[in-house]
């Protein structure tokens, strides 16, 4: 009767947790993809592991309400080597989970990876710690210079130039950061005053600005669309209007989108 009355409260307990979370939706980009992965991965486990202690806790509450007279577990060696080596399970699987994402260039960063047969990479300022992508990648991959400054950010195109002028968008003429969708991307991100951090969550990419120094990050975009860009390091009183866009396009509206930047700026500096 009671094992019923468990197993029924079991049951209605992962149909909860069924409806609690959400549908997995489409993966926006390789950096969603893998911290998306990992995170339901974790979850499963947490799941699991909550109903199991539920369950036991529940159980013994219903078991034991009678007992006047309880007498405590003095000493239960098997007891203490299955929690010890189960617990040390977990911890190891969730190490180890953790670690093969963390090591994804795409997580990690790419200049903390630091690549020796990479390129020259794409940047207008002679700041350290830019990395251009490595010789096999080079062709396909796109190159961004995400620049921070109070409070506004600036995306310059360094592989892209007019008379010698870098093709660049700013975040103040409400202009977006636009990235062609399933091809290698690469932000080398700096600030020119103080710390900002470049942050775009649903893309899952967050890299902080440091100033005169440039960190390089790295995504493939999968979905096109319009995506949030936030600082996401408090830098004074513009911080929270300090927003832009990411727009993702298809490979077409890209290279028609730097066609026409680069014809209005041939327009310009010809007037
Ligand atoms: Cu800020």
Sequence with gaps: MIRARIATAGAGLLALLALAVDPVA???SL??????GLNLELLYVAVVITVIVEAVLIYTVVRYKDNDEPK???ENRRLEITWTV???????????????????????????ASN?????????????????????????????EVIAQKYYWTYNYPEHRVNGSVVSATSTAGEPLVIPKNRPVYFHVASVDWLHAFHVPDL???????????NTIKTVAYEEGTYQLY???????????????????SQEEYQQWLDKQKSEM????SS
């Design 31 to 36: 950096n969603d993809e893998l911290i998306t």
């Design 116 to 144: 020796p047969n990479a390129v020259e990479p794409a940047t207008t300022y002679d700041f350290p710690g830019a990395v251009g992508p490595s010789q096999a990648e080079d062709d396909e991959t796109v190159e961004v």
């Design 86 to 112: 189960t617990t040390a399970v977990i911890l190891l699987f969730v190490g180890a989970a953790a670690y093969q994402v963390l090591g994804v260039q795409a997580i990690g960063g790419v200049t903390a």
């Design 231 to 249: 600082c996401a390091e408090y830098c004074g009183v513009g911080h929270s209007a300090m927003l832009g866009k990411v727009k993702v396009v």
């Design 72 to 74: 405590p577990t003095q």
């Design 26 to 28: 489409a993966q926006t």
């Design 204 to 214: 899952g990419l967050k890299q902080d600005a440091f100033p005169e120094k440039y």
């Design 266 to 269: 041939k327009s310009e500096s």
